[in-house]
């Protein structure tokens, strides 16, 4: 079982920057390709970022490039998403997800991913 758990949310003015964070268990969590998926009252649960495991490569939403940024440590099994320009359409949970034995380019189905954490609240304000 992998267990995700996310932190960094807030309530920041249009324009601000968030960090968020998503400490993630498990003992191969290199391989595991991450990904960050908001979630607004009402609404599905898009794709915002997502990065491969050993190699690092980063893919991003039409609607976040640019202002957001992925990265991820391996070495405390925790991955970031660098927020900037933020906009009050931003606000949502902000849930992080780990997809197991992925190589290659980082999935953006919701789908792919095989665990999921509880989410961290991120709210933009006009």
């Known amino acids: 079982q992998v267990q995700l758990v996310e932190s960094g949310g807030g309530l920041v003015q249009a324009g601000g920057s968030l960090r968020l964070s998503c400490v993630t268990s498990g003992r191969t969590f290199r391989s595991y390709a991450m990904g960050w998926f908001p979630q607004a009252p009402g609404k599905e649960r898009l794709f915002v970022a997502a990065?491969?495991?050993?190699?690092?490569?980063?893919y991003y939403g039409d609607s976040v490039k640019g202002r957001f940024t992925i990265s991820r440590d391996n070495a405390k099994n925790t991955v970031y998403l660098q927020m900037n320009s933020l906009k009050p359409e931003d606000t949502a949970v902000y849930c992080c997800a780990a997809a197991l034995g992925r190589i290659g380019v980082p999935p953006s189905g919701r789908s792919a991913y095989d665990y999921w954490g509880q989410g961290t609240q991120v709210t933009v304000s006009s």
């Open positions: 990065m491969s495991g050993r190699g690092g490569m980063p």
